[in-house]
């Protein structure tokens, strides 16, 4: 029943935004005061497009909206004959769109849009919609589920990625002075090894019902990923000793959300199978600004030329080991952002899955080689934020 809602904390990347477009609720986060301003009763306009709120409009401007919603309404009809079409630049180079996924419920999104496959699986509401760690059946189960939803799509599935701000009540995380540093993801599954191999089991298990991929999340440093891998290695031998079927053809890849992983890539690249780019925390943890932290909210800053400097690095680094690169943050459904994306050479890009066929569209009007003159200018050429959107604009405006 959820008509939309605004709130006075928060970023476009914290999980109630997130959540918010998973669900298609139009939302507007971080506006510092709204909660004072609005009276109970109050008829309210919350543009979710333009991040705009609208407190007792007047009737103009109410019919001006209605108008809008119309338009849009149009629009996403438009949208929607893309549904079964291949997602193709102008000039024919093919890319992946994929969506996030954050329970086996948010399948009928993800085939109501299109999407070619899962590019994120957050496990870990697994955990947080359980009274106790979930069991190696019910993980397997929703595994499960999954796989054979997509009709053999491939499927990353991101292990447990609790902490920072999401917690668990009946796992005891020490009290931390900066959780989003801290004690989380991976380094709670290395830590946790039961936990962790429970988890491991459950996705080999599954593995014979689709196209698997495996993603550890918050990897620092190459031997925690050796590590993870050894674990899963090991859990693999077990599962076939005791006679249980497991695919070989699982590829095991890392989410670059550190910018110590992303500036080492061409390391990681020689031994994962694939990369997803988390720019959630990539982007907070490179202009060292929370996400979270609407005082901050300025420097997250995705187009800013120093993270698509570190993008094109870990692009270049996957490519030259012939392995493939996703990304799985916000910043791959951000429509100024794809015309970079897509010059970068991203190979995958998933999103919230209402997003996917906006994104489609637009890949279908832009050149890839020009947008990757236009990735390069922006790399060399602009010094600020400003400049980038600048270019990205004239570009635009150029192809409408």
């Known amino acids: ?48 497009l333009q991040g705009d709120i609208i407190i007792r409009p007047d009737e103009e401007t109410i019919a001006v909206y209605k108008e809008k919603a119309a338009a849009f309404k149009e629009q996403q009809l438009e949208w929607a004959k893309l549904k079964d079409s291949k ?26 849009n299109g999407a070619e496959g899962i590019g994120l699986y957050r496990t870990e509401f697994l955990y947080m919609d359980s009274e106790d760690f979930p069991t190696e059946d019910e993980q397997y189960e929703a595994y499960k589920a999954v796989l054979e939803g997509v009709n053999g799509q491939a499927v990353v599935v991101r292990t447990m990625d609790i902490g920072g701000d999401k917690e668990l009540p009946y796992l005891q995380l020490p009290e931390e002075m900066n959780p989003f540093l801290g004690y989380r993801a991976v380094r709670i599954s290395l830590a946790e090894t039961e936990m962790f191999r429970t ?25 925690e990923f050796r590590d993870a891998k050894a674990i899963l290695d090991e859990e693999k031998a077990k599962l076939e000793a005791e006679g249980t079927e497991v695919s070989n053809e699982i590829q ?28 959630n925390d990539l982007i907070q943890y490179t202009m060292a ?29 996957a490519h030259a080991e012939g392995k493939w690169v996703g990304m799985c ?18 190979d995958e890009f ?11 569209s637009l890949v279908a009007k832009l050149d890839s080689k020009e947008m990757e003159k236009l990735a390069n200018k922006a790399i060399n050429e602009c010094a600020t934020v400003e400049e980038v959107i600048a270019l990205v604009e004239e570009m635009q405006e150029l192809i409408k």
């Open 87 to 112: 997602s193709l630049s102008k000039d024919g180079k093919q890319i992946e769109i994929a969506a996030n996924i954050g329970t086996p419920k948010d399948l009928t999104g993800v085939i109501e």
């Open 289 to 317: 600004a929370d996400r979270m932290n609407e005082r901050v909210s300025y420097l997250y800053q995705p187009y800013n030329p120093a993270i698509l400097t570190l993008l094109k690095h870990v692009i270049d680094s």
């Open 329 to 346: 943050g916000e910043m791959a459904g951000d429509q100024t952002a794809v015309p970079l994306l897509l010059g970068l050479g991203l």
């Open 350 to 360: 998933s999103m919230s899955a209402s997003s996917v066929l906006k994104t489609r």
């Open 199 to 223: 988890q491991l089991r459950a996705l080999l298990r599954a593995s014979v019902h689709g196209k698997l991929r495996i993603m550890f999340p918050m990897i620092a440093t190459v031997n």
């Open 252 to 279: 095991v890849g890392i989410m670059i959300e550190i910018p110590a992983a992303a500036v080492l890539a061409h390391q990681f690249a020689k031994e994962v199978d694939f990369f997803s780019i988390g720019t």
């Open 1 to 48: 029943y959820v008509k939309g809602f605004v709130t006075d904390i928060g970023g476009r990347t914290s999980h109630s935004a997130i959540m918010a477009r998973s669900l298609e609720i139009p939302a507007v986060v971080g506006t510092k005061e709204v909660t004072q301003v609005i009276a109970e009763g109050d008829m309210v306009i919350i543009d979710g």
